[in-house]
């Protein structure tokens, strides 16, 4: 028998629920018409598109501070029914709406809008600083930034061992702590050093042939069709277009839009971009519908995020099986100009390691160096231990020291990225995160599918994606980062299975 | 100087401009929605795209009939600064704002939520009736439609010499009434159905030979981009997609969407599509940037686009001239696919008559005769003149008797169209009103620039497009459409300048 008291409680929840849902919907709007903005919309459309974007955020944060959630949540954190299963949907759902609702609601309104003047001016410098090569020019505007940012921290809050750079990566990987991060990094960094100064030492190293291979684009993009279906992006449920920076994004998982690039002379490019970008696409499409517009329908993390889209570019894209697979499909796509290319010049070719400048053109190892030297920039910068107008220095000297080379200028160096320059500090490790996660979770797959790089060989790649579904997707935000890597694999995250992985492929392909 | 009360009022007036323009920024967002469920959301976003609208509908509406709109008004209305001149942009934008107001506030929400209801009802009944050939099963519904337009009409209101019709027609051609369109379709339909006559009973006939080239799709579309943008259609500030039925959306003058569709076996409907679509488009285009968002900045009725579009498909796109400078470039388009068919041919093939059943394949000439029809039993069925269930037998006599053609089914007859299924009454007349205005305008801009013909000849369709855009597009909503016809042409609008073409055209063609 249903008594008052449980009846008017389990309302509560329904209305909890129904004002998420609500909030989701607005989201889901904006979301789309961001994706609009990228892939299809006029140029004149450019300035009524901000005002409405900015009107739809205006009423989405009316809603989402609306002290009636403060009362449902309470209502519903009373009830035992609804979270006396701390990993129930009822009881997730709760604790993912309350912390939430407690971080939009701890910021003051004019903080928010000076982080969005201050944001815009800054991007706006630091495109003009780094056409410039010219760092002092945007080191005022950054110095505003991080003061901005510490004091958005002290709003949020930290736990007392920790620091304001917690409070911050919050936004991008809940639970996540900067010494988190640095116990898996600097490891990794060790390692990963060793690793390419054997490689730089090496004397034989794979052909570049195929990246040297000019491939129409029309013929690219029919290529990338069929290799984004045939590893499981379903179409009836997303799309894949074309941008200038590809991305993911869509309303829900049942309409998840994805975006890719194309360049003639560099379809390993394309290939990496799009199946990058179907693993993001894979992992929106593995949420539940019936969890739609609720935090048990949402990811994790960026880091969960970037261990799927990094699992289906490396752990599979990069893959000898996959290209035993792939490769004779490039006939019938791109005819005879691939004739000369054997699998071990297209295998190799997209397994090349170089140190270079450059993050987002780094190869699979040296990308992480890249993250590496961001994070403890970034981490020094929050503590008060590096001044702003010291980074190009430090920058320059970390990547002489990982990577072994001279940084020429800023605009290849400490301007590249626009991160900062958005006020976005605590999101590059993500990036990190996510092949460690990646690496993590394939060796449990390989585990529970010894048969995994055979199935590759042949096309299969459902196992795989099955396997992502259960372990990670339905869960959406049952688990923080490091409880789902603990879940999944019994183990904490470590940077072991992500050295396994490079070492094992890269020393092969090196003669190492 | 400027008195406290001066101030005041202006303030008024752009509070008042700011809350419509935070109504239409909602308008276009819906709109983007809108059109990308057409053109390119995936099937899985269905529902949910369903709700996104519902949601943005709803917090449009709380906006429209927000109180504090009839103050400002109220506010505006007691200053002759702004209403003194009633053509100012001030003047116009209060009184067509406190039109749009008082509809949108006289109809009760359960009366709108029922209509809501009651049409989407109805449009599943009438799929299904005209599936089944039974206009019986969808009579009942209709007749709930009636009973329901007519309670709507009440709460508008309507002249003392006028009809419900009136009230209804309001929505699409504000200010026209049924004596008005009776007034001018009663010439029309007579002289229309002499040369009828005179057609069917004609010993020559123009050459079917290009109706009948099936044409590549991909070359069509190509086709169909050149055609767009030689006749003036702006791509910085709008695009041009595929859906099953054609349309124009966007969200304001500077991001204007059209869509066309493409058949192998019929460039030309494809061709007539786009030219309409485009039509449509830079009427669109053509309204002020500075006015975006307040009625200065929205076009007149349905009628008066109509009138736009039809005049880039029929005056333009099926005129001599136009083919003389367009054949020579189908060779560029489809190689020697056309080389047998002569500018006899194609121009003759882009205007044969034929009376048929379907209203949306039908000819430029017995196209309006199908609009007669439509309108004479739907203001019949709102005086009470015909009852629901008489409406086949009385459509298909007026077919006979107009067309001289017998309706086989009643899915071929008044089942055809989505309309009445939708609770749209007064809508029909406004395609021919569009037919009525466009020849009237153009033999206005004839008299301006007598060599507009040796101008399309010669492929510069600008001078046409910059006469829409002065006489008729920068006005918005200052006139109402017959002011408009008057203030263009000196003249109120009458079936001749339409006949005088349809017969100009066709005799010589038919050997009249």
């Known amino acids: 028998m249903t008594t008052a008291v449980e009846t008017q409680t389990s309302t ?56 009636r959630v403060n009362d449902l949540l309470q209502e519903c954190e009373g009830d035992s029914k609804l979270t006396g299963d701390p990993l129930s949907p009822s009881a997730v759902n709760t604790r993912e709406l309350r912390r939430d609702y407690d971080r939009k609601t701890r910021l003051p309104a004019s903080l928010v809008e000076e982080e969005a003047k201050l944001a815009s001016l800054a991007q706006h410098t630091w495109a003009d600083a780094r056409k410039e090569k010219d760092f002092p020019r945007f080191a005022p505007l950054l110095e505003q930034i991080v003061d901005l940012l510490r004091r958005k921290a002290e709003c949020y809050g930290w736990a007392e061992d920790g620091e304001a750079w917690d409070a911050l990566a919050e936004d991008y990987e809940p639970g996540c702590t900067a010494e988190d991060v640095d116990r898996v990094f600097t490891p990794l960094c060790e ?37 984004s279906e045939a590893i499981g ?3 009836s449920r997303g799309r894949l277009d074309v941008s200038t920076h590809p991305f993911t994004s869509g309303s829900h998982c049942n309409d998840v839009r994805i975006t890719t690039r194309f360049s003639e002379s560099n379809v390993n490019d394309a290939l990496g971009s799009t199946m990058h970008e179907v693993g993001h696409g894979m992992y929106e499409q593995g949420l539940l519908t019936e969890h739609i517009g609720s935090p048990m329908g949402e990811s994790v993390s960026l880091g969960i995020h970037e261990s799927q889209s990094r699992m289906w570019e490396n752990q599979v894209g990069r893959s000898r099986e996959f290209w035993t697979w792939c490769a004779p499909k490039l006939k019938s796509y791109f005819g005879n100009a691939c004739d000369s290319l054997t699998i071990d010049d297209i295998y190799g070719g997209a397994n090349i390691v170089k140190p270079d400048f450059i993050r987002v053109e780094a190869d699979e190892a040296t990308y992480n160096m890249h993250i590496v030297v961001r994070f403890q920039i970034e981490r020094a910068i929050l503590r008060g231990d590096l001044e702003v107008k010291d980074i190009p220095d430090v920058w320059n000297a970390k990547y002489k020291e990982y990577l072994g080379i001279d940084v020429p200028n800023d605009a290849k160096g400490c301007l590249q990225d626009i991160h900062w320059s958005m006020a976005a500090m605590g999101y590059f490790p993500t990036y990190t995160l996510g092949n460690l996660y990646c690496a993590q979770f394939f060796e449990k797959a390989l585990e529970d599918m010894p048969d995994l790089h055979e199935q590759f060989a042949r096309g299969e790649f459902d196992s795989l994606k099955k396997w992502l579904n259960v372990n990670i997707h339905q869960h959406g935000r049952r688990y923080r980062a490091a409880d789902l890597c603990q ?20 020393k092969p392909l090196y003669g190492i």
Chains 1, 2 share one sequence.
Not at 13 to 35: D, P, R
Not at 40 to 62: K, S
């Open 12 to 67: 509560a929840y329904q209305e909890l629920i129904t004002h998420a849902k609500e909030v989701h919907l607005l989201a889901g709007t904006t979301s789309i018409l961001g994706w609009d903005q990228e892939v299809f919309m006029p140029q004149g459309g450019v300035d009524y598109r901000a005002e409405q974007m900015a009107q739809l955020a205006r009423i989405q944060h009316e809603k989402t501070v609306d002290p």
């Open 191 to 227: 390692r990963l050093r060793t690793l390419l100064e054997e490689i730089a030492g090496a004397s034989q190293a794979p052909s570049n042939a195929f990246n040297e291979t000019k491939l129409p684009i029309d013929q690219q993009s029919k290529f990338m069709s069929f290799v």
């Open 233 to 235: 992006f379903d179409y």
């Open 487 to 506: 879940h999944v694999t019994g183990k904490p995250l470590t940077a072991d299975p992500l050295m396994r992985h490079l070492e094992g492929k890269l």
